[in-house]
């Protein structure tokens, strides 16, 4: 019976692509794709994905690829419904953009609405596909970037009214759905006149322009009711100190977010502002290298109000981090705001943004995310892209279905184990020494050296005491 039906969709896939090689007058990359239906082309019209009905929730014992396992939305855990702990956001420039074409290679895959252009046109199909899917997906948040959905312009005011018109598009499609941004993001790194940096960049002019491109793109986050804004400073760091004043990059940077910060207070966005720290890629070097860093600077420049963090895992481990790290990191200092939620590879040494699937990964992560008390206003995006290698419109329902189901089984184990608290006592225990008069004192701040001083010749030697990690490990593993 499971056999059958991992068969059946293997099936499926090859009809879908014997339909794509055999109808296709795309050349290269549309016979490499499965087309539903190419001869419904310039405009598509119907379903995007008519093979594919609602996925549901079928349990752990399910062997229907296109069905949840663990991921069961209205399934309450530690008073809350598993939606409303993980609140999923599709990414549109993975899922909608993407098309497998790396360095080394051209794309691999065109879905089956797809014309080749960066029309308006098709960027309404494209925003019509991403309803429908994530209806199907049972997903209420999706996030983008100001260019992902919408083409740039010849200028700025052109490119401008083109984004009007994909928010009034996207605005009527979220209407009677409970289908809002996640956050939304200006894409402030692919241009070329962003190759130096956006808000680090040392022409005044870009500075501007990047003010501008941030200023309506928050605007149309609040338009279409986004819970959050994110700053990813892809090329805000440097290629070589040598030609670069540090100081004066991050003044800029300090200043850059002042002015959005009051420009989200003037229009009346509540939504949350977060950064997303990562290391380097695409720049050598980039300022808001990991949580601890970013916090800094945000410190420095009276920002820490103003904004939360947006971590991504597959940064965290580009940084020499684990996701855990970053997330408790972030956490402690309360800015955990929202979970770029992907993984790397651990053989590979850069952003492979794939799902994330490890299920001791998931429940370490959960369990920072309880602790936080959730994400809300933020939540997992799905900042993940299919592999190159993978071409059919079910490998996006699939890739979606697995990191949601990593994640749910993430939370049930992570709730067993916050409940059952055993992980808790053991941590607890190692500290009960400072539970005394002087251990107050020292977590108060107020035990000078001589004091201390007493207590250590009055103690003498500390015994030596297990810190117990093996026996925590185990612990980890009874709960995954
Ligand atoms: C790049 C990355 C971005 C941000 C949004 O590594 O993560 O997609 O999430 O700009
Ligand atoms: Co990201």
Request: proline share 3%; charged share 25%; net charge negative.
């Amino acid at each position: 019976m499971a056999i059958k039906s991992w068969i059946l969709v293997c099936v499926l896939g090859c009809l879908w692509f014997t339909v794509a090689a055999g109808s296709s007058e795309d050349g290269l990359i549309a016979d490499m794709t499965c087309r539903v239906d190419a001869s419904q082309k310039p405009v598509w019209e119907g379903e995007f994905f008519p093979n594919i009905s609602n996925i549901k929730y079928e349990g752990p014992s399910s062997r229907n690829p296109l069905a949840y396992r663990w991921y069961n939305a209205e399934e309450v855990i530690l008073g809350k419904k598993m939606k409303d702990w993980l609140r999923f956001s599709v990414a549109f420039w993975h899922s909608f953009r993407g098309d497998g074409g790396d360095p080394f290679g051209s794309p691999t895959r065109r879905w089956p609405w797809e014309d080749g252009t960066d029309s308006l046109e098709m960027a309404k199909t494209r925003m019509r596909a991403n309803f429908e899917f994530l209806r199907k997906l049972g997903v209420e948040y999706w996030c983008f970037h100001d260019r992902d959905i919408a083409p740039e312009g010849a200028t700025l005011q052109e490119s401008n009214k083109n984004l009007d018109e994909l928010v009034a598009l996207a605005k009527k499609l979220q209407e009677g759905t409970n289908i809002r941004p996640l956050w939304g993001t200006a894409q402030l790194f692919k241009h070329p006149r962003y190759m130096h940096g956006a808000a680090t960049s040392p022409d005044v002019k870009v500075f501007a322009y990047a003010a501008a491109q941030v200023k309506k793109t928050m605007e149309v986050t609040h338009e279409l009711g986004g819970g959050n804004y994110v700053f990813w400073g892809g090329r805000e760091g440097y290629q070589s100190l040598l030609n670069t004043d540090m100081k004066k990059e991050l003044d800029h940077m300090g200043s850059f977010l002042k002015a959005a910060a009051a420009w989200k207070k003037k229009i009346g966005f509540e939504g949350m502002l977060l950064i997303e720290p990562k290391p380097q890629e695409p720049m050598k070097h980039q300022y808001d290298w990991d949580a601890a860093t970013t916090i800094s600077f945000l410190q420095k420049y009276g920002l820490l109000g103003d904004f939360k963090l947006n971590i991504e895992c597959n940064h965290a481990t580009l940084a020499g981090h684990s996701c855990v790290h970053e997330l408790e990191v972030a956490r402690i200092n309360g800015v955990l705001g929202n979970i770029d939620a992907n993984t790397g590879d651990a053989q590979i040494g850069w952003d492979t943004d794939q799902f994330l699937t490890n299920v001791e990964e998931a429940t370490l992560i959960m369990l920072s995310v309880i602790k936080n008390g959730g994400l809300a206003p933020g939540g997992f995006n799905f900042d993940a892209k299919l592999r190159r290698e993978s071409v059919d419109v079910e490998d996006l329902f699939i890739a979606h279905i697995l990191g949601m189901d990593a994640l749910a089984r993430g939370l049930v184990n992570a709730a067993k184990l916050y409940e059952d608290g055993v992980l808790t006592d053991l941590v607890t225990a190692r500290y009960a020494s400072f539970d005394s008069e002087i251990g107050a004192q020292i977590e108060a701040g107020t035990a000078d050296f001589e004091t201390l001083e007493k207590y250590a010749f009055q103690w003498g030697e500390p015994a030596i005491t297990s810190g117990k990690q093996e026996l925590a490990e185990m612990i980890l593993h009874s709960y995954t």
